[in-house]
């Protein structure tokens, strides 16, 4: 495959230091994951030491205060990264880290007080401790006002009882923002976030999950039966946390659609790779043009949704609403990633059906994009009570 042009060459919002990022994603992709990473999804999980690594250049920390180790820079820079760690074709390595910067974190980015951030962002930055965010329960997804976990104050502690699921990083996690009602069942005005550690008295991995794919991933089910934590680790405002969680959706559904858009990019490639070598009936598959037709539009398609995702990222850094365009691209990148990678599939035959084929694997991480952070069905009523 030819060199990628530079973003900077192509996008006027990159700068020079978005490439510096991006190049120095993909060399730490191409040297620390890829030859180590199919190990990591017989193991389930994702090595600590190498997300500490990450911590190490600064990869943890892109948006966050400079004084807790962090660089401080902007959304673009956050799509370059989720892009980059998209194409790495290891999905369950790619969600590990962007649920700890850009899904848990943010929380107290937005939210902690001066001490709650001293205490845990410098460890959040460095990949010391990795975090979770626990809100999806047994019986609530994107409905929150059905959330059931309750926290009830009592004295210099509150006290938590309930159960979350679907949680990526639950197993091996060491700092969950836990949302809960402190009021009102019903009522989403009436949900709080707090900081749990793990180990603490009444919170419990209740079990680990085991998923179609995003498979080096840890994802748990988590309870909490009396778990006293004290008053000091509630999040931001009490009753404030619908709004802390609606806010960071928008961030996150950026992220994820970036991070779809790169795994199509990079299956586009290994298809481009397989058709133009591959013969059948005496010429290449390349040569079939209903073949190069369709990874033709498929490409189009792609970096029209590419170019949406770094719009979008852009008006956010100039802090500009962007709630519907973001509910836009995760519904539209969640649905294409899957189109793509079911051609891509059917373009590698009978390998892209084996397990040691980087497109069968590909196929299966994608699978979760249409419905992780948002299904589909409600990113697109989240689209229609805008366009009325």
């Given at each position: 495959?030819?060199?990628?042009?530079?973003?900077?060459?192509?996008?006027?919002?990159?700068?020079?230091?978005?490439?510096?990022?991006?190049?120095?994603?993909?060399?730490?992709?191409?040297?620390?994951?890829?030859?180590?990473?199919?190990?990591?999804?017989?193991?389930?999980?994702?090595?600590?030491?190498?997300?500490?690594?990450?911590?190490?250049?600064?990869?943890?920390?892109?948006?966050?205060?400079?004084e807790y180790g962090g660089s401080e820079l902007d959304t673009l820079s956050t799509v370059v990264l989720a892009e980059e760690l998209g194409r790495s074709t290891y999905?369950?390595?790619?969600?590990?880290?962007?649920?700890?910067?850009?899904?848990?974190?943010?929380?107290?980015?937005?939210?902690?007080?001066?001490?709650?951030?001293?205490?845990?962002?410098?460890?959040?930055?460095a990949g010391k401790r990795i975090a979770a965010v626990a809100m999806t329960e047994p019986d609530a997804g994107s409905d929150l006002a059905s959330m059931r976990t309750?926290?009830?104050?009592?004295?210099?502690?509150?006290?938590?009882?309930?159960?979350?699921?679907?949680?990526?990083?639950?197993?091996?996690?060491?700092?969950?923002?836990?949302?809960?009602?402190?009021?009102?069942?019903?009522?989403?005005?009436?949900?709080?976030?707090?900081?749990?550690?793990?180990?603490?008295?009444?919170?419990?991995?209740?079990?680990?999950?085991?998923?179609?794919?995003?498979?080096?991933?840890?994802?748990?089910?988590?309870?909490?039966?009396?778990?006293?934590?004290?008053?000091?680790?509630?999040?931001?405002?009490?009753?404030?946390?619908?709004?802390?969680?609606?806010?960071?959706?928008?961030?996150?559904?950026?992220?994820?659609?970036?991070?779809?858009?790169?795994?199509?990019?990079?299956?586009?490639?290994?298809?481009?790779?397989?058709?133009?070598?591959?013969?059948?009936?005496?010429?290449?598959?390349?040569?079939?043009?209903?073949?190069?037709?369709?990874?033709?539009?498929?490409?189009?398609?792609?970096?029209?949704?590419?170019?949406?995702?770094?719009?979008?990222?852009?008006?956010?850094?100039?802090?500009?609403?962007?709630?519907?365009?973001?509910?836009?691209?995760?519904?539209?990148?969640?649905?294409?990633?899957?189109?793509?990678?079911?051609?891509?599939?059917?373009?590698?035959?009978?390998?892209?059906?084996?397990?040691?084929?980087?497109?069968?694997?590909?196929?299966?991480?994608?699978?979760?994009?249409?419905?992780?952070?948002?299904?589909?069905?409600?990113?697109?009523?989240?689209?229609?009570?805008?366009?009325?």
């Amino acid at each position: 495959m030819t060199a990628r042009t530079p973003l900077h060459e192509k996008f006027p919002y990159f700068t020079p230091e978005h490439e510096m990022l991006r190049e120095t994603v993909q060399r730490f992709v191409a040297e620390r994951v890829a030859p180590f990473a199919d190990a990591w999804e017989e193991a389930g999980m994702v090595p600590r030491a190498v997300l500490r690594e990450m911590g190490d250049l600064g990869l943890l920390g892109v948006r966050f205060e400079s004084e807790y180790g962090g660089s401080e820079l902007d959304t673009l820079s956050t799509v370059v990264l989720a892009e980059e760690l998209g194409r790495s074709t290891y999905g369950g390595f790619a969600i590990t880290v962007l649920v700890h910067t850009d899904m848990a974190a943010p929380h107290i980015h937005h939210a902690g007080n001066a001490e709650q951030k001293q205490r845990f962002m410098p460890d959040i930055v460095a990949g010391k401790r990795i975090a979770a965010v626990a809100m999806t329960e047994p019986d609530a997804g994107s409905d929150l006002a059905s959330m059931r976990t309750t926290a009830r104050r009592d004295g210099d502690h509150w006290v938590l009882n309930g159960a979350k699921t679907y949680i990526t990083n639950g197993v091996h996690g060491e700092i969950f923002f836990v949302a809960a009602k402190t009021g009102e069942a019903g009522r989403n005005h009436q949900i709080s976030m707090f900081i749990v550690e793990k180990g603490t008295p009444g919170f419990n991995v209740a079990r680990p999950l085991k998923k179609h794919g995003w498979l080096s991933s840890d994802t748990a089910e988590l309870s909490f039966e009396n778990c006293r934590i004290p008053a000091n680790n509630l999040l931001g405002e009490e009753h404030k946390g619908f709004y802390a969680l609606v806010k960071n959706l928008q961030n996150e559904r950026i992220v994820l659609a970036a991070q779809a858009m790169g795994e199509a990019s990079k299956a586009i490639e290994l298809a481009m790779d397989w058709v133009t070598q591959r013969k059948a009936f005496g010429a290449t598959l390349w040569d079939k043009q209903a073949i190069r037709h369709r990874l033709a539009m498929l490409n189009a398609r792609v970096e029209a949704a590419k170019a949406l995702v770094y719009n979008t990222a852009w008006r956010d850094a100039q802090h500009h609403v962007v709630v519907a365009e973001a509910s836009m691209l995760k519904a539209l990148c969640g649905e294409l990633v899957n189109e793509v990678m079911y051609d891509c599939v059917q373009f590698h035959g009978g390998m892209g059906y084996i397990r040691e084929s980087a497109i069968e694997r590909m196929s299966r991480d994608a699978r979760i994009q249409s419905i992780g952070g948002g299904a589909t069905e409600v990113m697109l009523d989240e689209i229609a009570k805008r366009m009325r």
